[in-house]
């Protein structure tokens, strides 16, 4: 027995020294120690020696189990040293190569064009509103002069969840929803900018989800110079003061009158070229006198009451004002466009 003793420590000792890695490690413990190990099949069998011969071939099993273990924790701390070092070896710094730049994010152009409106109407007096982009076919078309079956809902191709509820196709809900709430007690003087939602084919001009400006003033004798002024400020303030606007006769159905408003073009300075189409002018926006059947369903007397609306697309007027061609640059996360844009 003493020779199989010796024969294991052996045996287990050159076992140890082979092993590359900790899951093979721990195999070759537990066949040398487990329960089930060479070691502990061989002490099982110290029964049938004499009672002199055992305490001998004890100690002597204590000597290998000893041997073998130390040299099982040694290999251990040596290959986690050795994983250490690879590690480290493999997370070097080079503390003396240049540092690489952090590039600086910037506000959207979208974003910034909406801003720049708000500030302007906003030192006007308007105040801005916003609401919910699913909203109720009653809000978005028929408290606009809009109802069911009404022709004009062919113009704005819908998104309907429900025969009820719908992707807004305008930002127009928000006054009506603004007038119900102030109940034809007082005036409203608000722009509502936000997302809208149509049923169209997306290519370089159109999308079918964009975004949208309205605004709405309604007082005691609110007249349309009054929206003309209001749209001639608009227009200087954001495109250059040289900029000139007229309006055509249009039809909305919740305006009346109904206009289109045209701005100078900027390239060929109203002479015609073919950004305007030879005509010298480019369409930016519609507006016109609130219809007094809106006005009577949000509570207010149109024999007292009067106001205009208008809507401007901010993803059209930032095409228009630094000649951006294609409205899907704005949607495409492409750095490359959007990072020419950023300002300092």
């Known amino acids: 027995m003493k020779e199989q003793l010796m024969a294991i420590q052996e045996e287990a000792l050159e ?4 092993v590359e890695d900790q899951k ?6 537990v066949g040398f120690l487990g329960k089930k190990g060479s070691l502990t099949a061989v002490l099982r ?3 049938k020696l004499s009672p002199e011969e055992r305490p001998v071939v004890g100690e ?3 000597q290998v189990r000893a041997a073998i273990t130390e040299a099982l924790e040694e290999k251990s701390a040596q290959l986690e040293q050795e994983a250490l070092n690879q590690k480290l070896e493999a997370e070097t710094i080079d503390v003396t190569l240049p540092g ?3 590039e600086m994010g910037g506000k959207h152009l979208l974003t910034r064009i909406i801003e720049d409106i708000e500030d302007l109407f906003i030192g006007m007096g308007f105040e ?3 609401g919910p982009e699913v909203e109720t076919d009653y809000f978005n078309f028929e408290a606009l002069n809009l109802p069911k079956n009404h022709p004009a809902r062919d113009m704005q191709d819908t998104f309907y969840i429900t ?3 719908l992707l807004r196709t305008h930002t127009s809900p928000v006054q009506a929803r603004t007038m119900r709430e102030y109940k034809g007690e007082k005036p409203v003087k608000m722009i509502c900018p936000g997302k809208v939602y149509r049923r169209d084919t997306d290519d370089a001009t159109h999308s079918h989800q ?3 400006i309205e605004g709405l003033y309604v007082d005691r004798n609110v007249r349309m110079s009054d929206l003309k002024g209001v749209l001639d400020t608009f227009a200087k303030s954001m495109f250059g003061e040289d900029r000139q606007i007229r309006l055509r006769p249009s039809f909305f159905p919740f305006t009346e009158p109904s206009v289109e408003m045209d701005i100078s073009c900027k390239m060929c300075g109203g002479e015609g070229c073919s950004v305007c189409k030879q005509s010298g002018w480019i369409e930016i926006l519609g507006a016109g006198m609130v219809h007094p059947k809106v006005l009577e369903m949000a509570g207010y007397d149109p024999a007292i009451y009067s106001g205009f609306a208008f809507g401007m697309g901010p993803d059209r007027i930032a095409m228009l004002k630094y000649g951006i061609s294609d409205i899907r640059h704005f949607y495409t996360n492409d750095k490359r466009f959007l990072t020419q844009y950023h300002q300092a």
């Open 15 to 18: 076992a140890i020294k082979s």
């Open 24 to 29: 093979t490690l721990q195999e070759v413990k």
């Open 45 to 47: 069998g110290m029964g």
């Open 60 to 62: 002597l099993a204590n």
């Open 100 to 102: 690489r730049p952090v």
């Open 128 to 130: 801005v509103r916003e």
């Open 163 to 165: 025969n009820e509820l």
């Open 210 to 212: 964009f975004t949208q």
